[in-house]
């Protein structure tokens, strides 16, 4: 298996620019999670996807964020518009299982900035 | 709610000498412990986790993680080091007691230089 898969690696946009961010899960995987990494707050959940459903959503900093998740095999994080300080690694990561035990696997995140 | 600390934000260590990351973790009920790695620019690698059973886990790339209940700890550690072991670690934990299924709550981070 090629393991989860983000696109693009690397985005530099402008404010106020619309930015959209591709994964595709691990097949068979039915858990799906994006997470934002920066060097201030470290690694944090934004949303999580069981069967193609979100379950928690806390995590979304506002309502600028928005994530989809239309199959089994693909989902996008969306930012509308962005902003610099959203500059951050955005990892996807999929799992597989119904309870606690399971492992996550990580993207190789993309790394967006905004100027 | 559940939490995880990494108290040390660099571990600097010798190559053959043996290494330890630290973690402690707090969790209402049976907490569920994981160990990944990540190398610059690279996302998270699995290392190893704790479900039950024996307390020493044993993982990837010759790691280990030694789980200890009454001090709520989860050490990650190495009998000898190499340099390629240099990267950032992340303890994560999962609340077995929770209702939430899914949600992984990660530590800061502690980043291991392993010197020749």
């Known amino acids: 298996d090629a393991g989860v898969i983000q696109s693009p690696r690397h985005e530099v946009t402008e404010m106020g620019q619309e930015v959209t961010l591709r994964c595709k899960p691990i097949s068979g995987h039915d858990y799906l999670f994006w997470y934002r990494q920066t060097m201030m707050r470290g690694l944090e959940l934004l949303i999580y996807f069981n069967n193609n459903v979100p379950i928690d959503d806390s995590g979304m900093p506002e309502d600028r964020f928005s994530a989809k998740m239309p199959n089994a095999s693909f989902s996008t994080l969306k930012i509308q518009p962005s902003e610099p300080r959203d500059s951050a690694v955005y990892f996807c990561?999929?799992?597989f299982g119904v309870g606690h035990t399971d492992t996550q696997y990580f993207g190789p995140g993309t790394r967006l900035t905004v100027l | 709610a559940q939490s995880v600390a990494q108290p040390e934000d660099q571990v600097n260590v010798a190559e053959g000498n043996p290494l330890t990351v630290k973690c402690t973790y707090s969790?209402?009920?049976?907490?569920?412990l994981f160990w990944y790695v990540q190398y610059p620019n690279r996302g998270l690698q699995f290392l190893l986790k704790?479900?039950?059973?024996?307390?020493l886990v044993k993982g990837s790339y010759g790691f280990e993680a030694e789980f200890n209940k009454s001090q709520t700890s989860f050490h990650l550690k190495k009998p000898s080091a190499l340099v390629s072991d240099s990267a950032l670690y992340f303890c994560?934990?999962?609340?077995?007691?929770?209702?939430?299924?899914?949600?992984?709550?990660f530590g800061q981070g502690t980043t291991l230089q392993v010197k020749p």
């Open positions: 994560a934990v999962r609340d077995g007691g929770s209702s939430n299924t899914g949600k992984l709550i």
């Open positions: 990561a999929s799992s």
């Open positions: 969790v209402s009920g049976n907490p569920y």
């Open positions: 704790y479900i039950t059973g024996d307390n």
